[in-house]
């Protein structure tokens, strides 16, 4: 019953198919229930009607276009014959799936079919030119039979046959939406149960998939018959300018094959989803199909009521428009705070006028600057209803079209919803991370380069310092610093430096002990430092002089005592027990 | 109707380039279609409140009614709503109820289908699933009502003579003309003192209310109260019978709960299984009172819990203690008698407890078992009819 040849089945699901069916011609348990008087009138009356009358507004389209280029194409005539012969396609089509012909029987119906339809064709070109064209043709057939196959012949004949396929296509798919016997599931007990299962879907026909087909069809057919009905109102020379000037004014058949459309497809709809309760045995409560229709109705109505609300045409293009609306903007703005301004003024104006007793002085108001004049719109009353107007229109096309491109790309490619605003912050966040990361490193290395180089310099101006320094230019006070520190230092290289925790009295002890000869100028050195480090009294130079000569004396102890470790017993150097 | 948009979108430049004003309203009437579809889909779910209406508590057998109230709250029609409500496979096969219906603004209509309760329990209703969608395929909806309601299904009760108890022989101990001893937590009245009265007994509020010495009176009893402690603990049992005694083990403690208040008595509940309203995994304990309430609260419990893993029993045993008077009686449901019960029994009887034994699955003969409690004392029974359980089968 339903064309399911069009399924991608093997022949062992076929030939399963076919017993299935055959069953259910036997009088099987799930034998075709009966149809009433409605679903009759739809499938048999409505539907072939509808799909007719859509592919007949097409060929209105047609016949106006070539009328532009060919007066004398019968386009009245054609145009009662797509009718006509999209109404024997879907009948033709219903009547070979309910008979189930053999392939032999099928292929000489469609010959008979294709020779009356092809002889009507051609009868009808003839007689376009009237009867005396007519037997002219008559005529030179017989002297030539390839005068048969003139252009407009061969141009009518493509145009019929390919609104007769269009007509059979949307016939099928629409009666494959209907639910059939055949798709109920059987009884697990039952001996097809088994077969079916192992049937592609499971034996159940992709309505969706024939459901897409018919708004597939529907849109390409809608885009064609705008394209020729702009075609037909508009002068093609100046399209190809862009120097056009918009039509106005309702396309009947335009609105016929859209509303007829919607309808259809709405139906389709219901088709589904009764299709598919019903095999999975939902019952369906109260009257679904009556609501549906006049839902369907409702809806459409006003949705064409609410569009025919809004503007269809522009006078000022989008940018003066906007330009417009803006400065509006900005008129109103200073409107406001002018106005605001006023009311402030009279207020105080007021306060000060009673309680200085003067009378008000009266303030001189801004002015608001004179509304610029709106961009010129011919042939209207009002030229700032026109801006409105525009603005509207521009404002709903721009929504339109922003709306559709955001759920276009949203619906078909599922990455902008994959990359949420997080995931971007986030892997923004972890960019940032590594910047900085790699930047500090980075930052960290060349500081460290830059202080081993000052190192390394500072090393080499160490070592070149001697060179350079010159007690002259030190002060009384760094001299006696000078002295103590470089006995320290000294005492450090010896072995027995002073550590940071031990104060320079406390040092002094360890360096006496060390220096047991020299222990008296340690003590001076070391008092004299505690006074330069930690007084602040002067020091004078005498003083620095005795420093310098007990600095003197420890220096020669410490060398010495490196001379005397070097060699082997330590010496006495006050009591002039000099090493051998 | 879902690959509206590329449509809108050639639509879009074709009244563009031609400047038709008509192939604009043709666009409008598109992009109208496919917005307000999607957004009239989106709302008719929102708008759709719905009500449950049964009966929240059953006996077993009983067919139960539920009235599924829908309205349409919004102001858009809803053109198709499909309904489905997933249910317990205990009460019903399939485990469904699924039906489409539309609904128009404020319309309301009601849904109804039939519960069998074969089998005690605790059965969530739902949660209801609510689809629906627009006229011409652009958008569905669909939206979960998480379950709210339940349906508890009380276990059987049956005559304990049916259990092959006995029945004339009332568990516990009955109130007692012969005033031996006095409850002194019951008071039933007062009365004029009498010479021998105790001080204590003296009730000063009434003395000093009437003007002269009144005494309570207490009610006359040994004990009248009772706790059924029920062991629920799945591997107590043994693997083939678990189900049937476990579910045997409830049955027959709804029983004598119910045969023990029908005698006014006070009766409490221990008992090891799983209680799925409960967040914590201690055992359930309703301690001993009166009256229809009390068994009702017995019942509900009983109609809730699940055998699982619970405490040990033997613990359990020596908690229940905890909720008795001296003198109460314990009724021990369990699967069989070992050892560690003994003793735990024979700690109770000698704490001045009464105990009852009942077995449901006792892994050694019954007989010596019987013997073994009544040399401590203890009045042994064994449950394992399984004809009662036939009508959950």
């Known amino acids: ?580 | 109707m879902r690959d509206l948009l590329p449509f809108i979108l050639g639509l879009f430049f074709i009244a563009a380039i031609f400047r038709v004003d008509f192939f604009f309203y043709i666009l409008y009437v598109f992009f109208g279609v496919y917005f307000l579809s999607r957004v009239w889909a989106d709302r008719i779910v929102r708008g759709i409140v719905f009500e449950r209406e049964f009966q929240r508590r059953a006996f077993l057998g009983e067919r139960v009614p539920v009235r599924l109230r829908l309205r349409n709250r919004g102001f858009l029609p809803a053109p198709w709503l499909r309904v489905h409500e997933r249910l317990p496979i205990q009460l019903k096969s399939p485990n469904f109820y699924r039906c489409v219906t539309s609904l128009f603004p404020r319309e309301e209509t009601t849904l109804t289908y039939q519960l069998d309760c074969r089998r005690r329990g605790y059965y969530p209703i739902g949660p209801l699933l609510l689809t629906s969608g627009d006229l011409f395929g652009v958008h569905t909806v669909g939206k979960e009502v998480p379950n709210a309601d339940a349906l508890i299904v009380y276990p059987r009760i049956v005559p304990l003579s049916e259990l092959g108890l006995p029945a004339q022989t009332p568990f516990g101990v009955l109130p007692t003309r012969q005033r031996l001893y006095e409850d002194p937590t019951r008071i039933v009245g007062v009365r004029g003192y009498q010479s021998g009265d105790s001080m204590r007994r003296i009730h000063w509020t009434a003395t000093a209310a009437t003007g002269a010495l009144q005494v309570k009176r207490f009610e006359p009893a040994i004990s009248i109260e009772s706790e059924i402690v029920l062991n629920l603990n799945r591997d107590d049992y043994t693997v083939h019978r678990a189900e049937t005694a476990t579910e045997l083990g409830i049955v027959t403690a709804a029983s004598i709960a119910h045969f023990l208040i029908e005698k006014q008595q006070t009766v409490g509940l221990s008992c090891s299984g799983i209680d799925p309203l409960s967040e914590t995994s201690q055992p359930i304990a309703l301690p001993p009172r009166k009256g229809r309430e009390q068994l009702m609260h017995i019942l509900e419990v009983l109609a809730r819990v699940q055998a699982g893993k619970g405490p040990s029993f033997v613990n359990l045993l020596r908690r229940t203690s905890l909720h008795l008077t001296w003198g109460g009686t314990g009724i021990i449901i369990s699967a069989h008698a070992d050892d560690q019960l003994f003793d735990s029994m024979l700690l109770l009887k000698r704490s001045g407890f009464h105990l009852v034994l009942i077995l449901l699955d006792p892994r050694e003969p019954f007989d010596g078992i019987r013997e073994r409690a009544h040399l401590v004392g203890i009045r042994a029974y064994q449950v394992w009819e399984e004809r009662d359980l036939d009508v959950w089968r």
């Open chain 1, 1 to 580: 019953m339903s064309g399911d040849s069009s399924l991608p089945m093997d022949g062992e699901s076929t030939k399963v198919e076919a017993n299935l069916r055959q069953g259910l011609q036997d009088g099987g348990e799930n034998a075709p229930v009966e149809r009433d008087w409605a679903q009759i009138t739809l499938e048999e009356a409505v539907r072939p009607i509808a799909i007719a009358a859509m592919l007949t507004c097409i060929c209105i389209s047609v016949a106006q276009v070539v009328a532009l280029m060919a007066p004398r194409w019968p386009g009245r005539f054609f145009t009662l014959l797509a009718f006509l012969v999209s109404l024997e396609s879907i009948h033709s089509q219903r009547l070979i799936s309910r008979s189930g012909p053999s392939q032999r029987d099928s292929w000489r119906f469609r010959f008979v079919e294709w020779v009356v339809i092809l002889l009507v064709v051609r009868l009808g070109t003839s007689l376009g030119r009237g009867t005396q064209g007519l037997m002219a043709d008559i005529a030179s057939w017989s002297d030539d039979l390839t005068t048969f196959l003139d252009l407009g012949f061969i141009a009518g004949g493509v145009l019929i046959a390919t609104l007769w396929g269009l007509a059979m296509l949307l016939s099928r798919a629409m009666q494959e939406l209907e639910a059939s016997p055949i798709e109920r599931e059987p009884s697990i007990t039952a001996p097809d149960f088994y077969l079916r299962s192992t049937m592609p879907r499971r034996g159940r026909t992709d309505r969706q998939a024939r459901l897409q087909t018919i708004v597939t069809t529907f849109f390409w057919g809608g885009v064609v018959i705008l394209l020729l009905s702009g075609f037909a109102q508009v002068d093609v020379r100046d399209l190809m300018l862009l120097r056009h000037s918009r039509s106005s004014g309702v396309i009947l058949n335009v609105m016929a094959y859209f509303l007829i459309g919607l309808l259809l497809i709405g139906q389709a709809q219901y088709t589904v989803l009764r299709a598919n309760w019903e095999l999975a045995s939902i019952p369906i409560l109260g009257p679904l199909g009556k609501r549906w229709i006049l839902l369907v109705a409702s809806f459409l109505l006003l949705v064409a009521l609410v569009s025919a609300l809004l503007p269809v045409s522009y006078s000022v293009g989008l940018l003066e428009a906007v330009s417009t609306a803006v400065a509006w903007l900005g008129i109103a703005i200073m409107k406001a705070v002018s106005l605001l301004l006023l009311v402030l003024s009279t207020i105080l104006s007021l306060i000060l006028g009673r309680s200085s007793g003067s009378p008000a002085q009266t303030t001189s108001q801004p002015t608001p600057s004179p509304l610029p004049p709106p961009p010129s719109v011919e042939g209207e009353p009002w030229p700032w209803w026109g801006v409105v107007r525009s603005l509207t229109f521009w404002f709903i096309l721009t929504g339109v079209a922003g709306y559709s491109l955001l759920h276009f790309a949203r619906d078909r490619w599922g990455l902008l919803q994959g990359i949420s605003v997080g995931r971007l912050l986030a892997w923004l966040r972890g960019l940032w991370h590594i910047l900085r990361s790699r930047t500090r490193s980075a930052a960290a290395r060349v500081r460290q380069g830059i202080a081993q180089r000052l190192a390394s310099r500072g090393r080499r101006g160490d070592r070149r310092a001697p060179r350079y320094f010159s007690m002259r230019r030190l002060s009384p006070r760094d001299l006696v610093r000078y002295y103590y520190l470089s006995i320290l230092r000294r005492s450090s290289r010896e072995g027995f430096g002073r550590p940071p925790c031990s104060t320079p009295l406390e040092y002094q002890e360890t360096l006496a002990r060390e220096l047991p000869d020299a222990a008296d100028q340690v003590a001076r050195l070391s008092w004299a430092f505690v006074e330069a480090r930690y007084s602040e009294h002067p020091i004078s130079s005498p003083d620095v002089a005795a420093v310098k000569g007990a600095w003197r004396l420890v220096k020669r102890a410490l060398t010495w005592r490196r001379r005397a470790a070097d060699k082997g017993p330590t010496v006495s150097v006050a009591g002039k027990d000099r090493s051998p």
